[in-house]
């Protein structure tokens, strides 16, 4: 009977995923169908930590974040949970052998979120080291099947492809994230002097790093390949509309691509991905 239960938790990490991401839903999609309700578990997962963080507004989200930490290491060790997105993940954990550590530095980048931080560039790469890459290297872990070999072979460019992502969320955020969170992530920013030329060089960061990640995706087993270079010319897309918008417009307002562009954005990259044979 537990069968239903555990159906039922991988429907909810899937209904999540829709629910708050249509782009990531679109790429999980274009994944292996073997391959999907782990993936939807992680993205589950990580998705109910960030909203913790960023809009339980009123509550002690400090409590709740611990109790959510203590919640998934008992669900790790017990093998269940009475919570289905955490019952998912654990199960996917499990299965595909993922690193303790992986979670342990993403829950210490959503703690990161709790408090008013002043960016420093060691302060910076932690941060996206636990809020991106770990969660590319998660993914990774599914993408390989377990394959340990694969998985060191593949790790660099699915944790520059999670540092890209991470960043062009920044840009896009940026307005939210300071006028409503008080956050700001990138190092010696300061928002009243935004301008083009800091804009400039954060962009040639990102550029450098969608430039390695693309060499890394073409190595993708064939069951995730078109389901992450997906995610990637979604992102790229997003990044280059960034691009056009200056400094200025980009502190008053965030940056979007919609649902109608998304889909034609994937089919577009059905055809490039034949054409370009990846």
Do not use: W
């Not at 391959?35 to 507004?57: C, H, K, T, W």
């Not at 093998?79 to 199960?91: A, R, T």
């Not at 940026?174 to 010696?188: E, I, S, W």
């Not at 928002?191 to 804009?199: C, G, L, P, R, Y």
């Amino acid at each position: 009977m537990k069968t239903l239960f555990d159906e039922l938790s991988y429907k909810i990490s899937k209904q999540t995923t829709k629910q708050y991401s249509t782009s990531f839903s679109l790429g999980i999609m274009a994944l292996s169908s073997k391959i999907r309700n782990p993936i939807y578990a992680i993205y589950g997962y990580v998705r109910l930590a960030d909203e913790i963080v960023d809009s339980f507004d009123g509550f002690d989200k400090q409590k709740l974040l611990s109790r959510f930490r203590d919640d998934t290491f008992l669900a790790l060790d017990e093998k269940i949970s009475l919570n289905p997105i955490m019952q998912s993940f654990q199960e996917t954990v499990e299965k595909y052998q993922i690193d303790h550590e992986l979670i342990k530095q993403f829950l210490r980048s959503m703690e990161m979120d709790l408090h008013k931080i002043d960016y420093n560039s060691e302060l910076y790469k932690e941060y996206i080291l636990g809020s991106a890459e770990v969660v590319g290297l998660m993914c990774l872990h599914i993408f390989v099947d377990g394959d340990k070999e694969e998985f060191e072979r593949l790790k660099p460019s699915a944790m520059i492809l999670g540092s890209a992502f991470q960043k062009v969320n920044f840009l896009r955020d940026m307005k939210d994230d300071y006028d409503v969170l008080g956050r700001t992530y990138f190092p010696n920013v300061d928002i009243a002097a935004f301008d083009n030329q800091v804009k400039a060089e954060i962009e040639k960061e990102i550029t450098f790093e969608f430039r390695e990640a693309l060499e890394g995706i073409k190595k993708l087993p064939a069951s995730s390949r078109f389901g992450v270079y997906l995610a990637y010319r979604y992102y790229l897309s997003l990044f280059k509309k960034i691009k056009k918008t200056s400094a200025s417009k980009m502190i008053n307002q965030r940056i979007r691509i919609s649902n109608s562009k998304k889909i034609s954005l994937m089919m577009g990259s059905y055809v490039e991905y034949k054409m370009m044979s990846i």
